[in-house]
């Protein structure tokens, strides 16, 4: 069984907005999109991930909200 990725951004130019898909579902009104991922060079591994995305949300109801999605890992 082939799980579904966590996190997809693309982009496709410089100058256009990302489209993001967060466990299988689109983030729409997004207001930002902060993706910092490092390795230990030695091994390749992950070392250091950091995800912040806000994005507003009730729009349709006239009471927007702003929401945001965070994942951090780092290894020790």
């Not at 489209?19 to 930002?32: A, F, L, M, P, W």
């Not at 091994?43 to 009730?58: P, S």
């Not at 729009?59 to 780092?74: E, F, Q």
Request: hydrophobic share 30%; with cysteine.
């Amino acid at each position: 069984m082939q799980s579904k990725p966590l996190l997809i951004i693309h982009l496709d130019s410089e100058s256009s907005t990302p489209k993001v898909i967060y466990e299988g579902k689109e983030i729409t009104n997004k207001t930002r999109i902060n993706f910092n991922w490092e390795t230990n060079q030695a091994e390749g591994n992950t070392e250091k991930l950091e995800c912040n995305m806000d994005f507003l949300c009730g729009l349709d109801t006239g009471a927007p909200m702003l929401k945001g999605i965070g994942l951090k890992r780092k290894n020790d």
